[in-house]
């Protein structure tokens, strides 16, 4: 999506990747089905997760980002908001916080 100029959509994919991986963790630690929410930072509460303090501001920054655009009215107005640059960051910083939960399955 990146390379083909659809940024939003990038940082949209990254936001539901990293929701995915905390509901998956939230499965494996609690035993219990996640709820149907989208809020990531509920995920980090609930479980009681303490990323370092770049990651959590990273993934408070995403799940901000991530309302907009799953909201048809807002898709014209972010649709400037991303470009290559931030958006690749983005997905390097998603990778990053990837990886962290991965290692919090082995704890």
């Not at 990531?40 to 993934?59: A, G, R």
């Not at 799940?63 to 390097?92: C, F, G, H």
Request: aromatic residues 12%.
């Amino acid at each position: 999506m990146i390379d083909f100029g659809r940024y939003f959509y990038a940082v949209f994919m990254c936001h539901l990747s990293i929701e995915k991986s905390l509901k998956g963790l939230y499965l494996e630690k609690t035993g219990k089905l996640p709820p149907k929410i989208h809020k990531l930072n509920y995920f980090i509460e609930k479980l009681d997760l303490q990323p370092e303090k770049n990651l959590l501001k990273f993934i408070i920054g995403i799940d901000d980002a991530s309302v907009a655009t799953r909201y048809p009215e807002s898709l014209k107005k972010i649709s400037n908001q991303y470009k290559m640059k931030n958006t690749t960051v983005i997905y390097e910083r998603t990778k990053e916080v990837l990886s962290w939960i991965k290692k919090e399955l082995t704890k």
